[in-house]
């Protein structure tokens, strides 16, 4: 059964940094698209950044460009989300899966999300 687990969620000031990880299977995450994508209170789940398997090739929304990095390990099997500059309106949970709807793949294989609040 394929999981993915993120973490490294969790409160920072406006205008601080975190980096949350996605792990998983070194199967999946070799072959398959994944996806960082958030829901905050209230709103619909939104894709925040994408990285190709195979190339590499990154997606970020708009909202999030500039600030946010995703990048993966082979080696760990992981993932990562570097955000940059947080904003409160970053505050979700923040959740990977794979696939990419910006790139029209299809989600599946959802992780249980990591909170990320972001406060003074």
């Known amino acids: 059964q394929v999981q993915f687990v993120e973490s490294g969620g969790g409160l920072v000031q406006p205008g601080g940094s975190l980096r949350l990880s996605c792990a998983a299977s070194?199967?999946?995450?070799?072959?398959?698209?994944i996806g960082w994508f958030r829901q905050a209170p209230g709103k619909e789940r939104e894709g925040v950044s994408c990285?190709?398997?195979?190339?590499?090739?990154?997606y970020y929304a708009d909202s999030v460009k500039g600030r946010f990095t995703i990048s993966r390990s082979y080696a760990k099997n992981t993932v990562y989300l570097q955000m940059n500059s947080l904003q409160p309106e970053d505050t979700a949970v923040y959740y990977c899966?794979?696939?990419?709807?910006?790139?029209?793949?299809?989600?599946?294989?959802w992780g249980q999300g990591t909170q990320v609040t972001v406060s003074s």
């Open positions: 990285i190709r398997s195979g190339d590499g090739s990154t």
């Open positions: 899966a794979a696939g990419c709807p910006a790139w029209d793949i299809p989600t599946n294989y």
């Open positions: 070194r199967f999946i995450l070799s072959y398959s698209t």
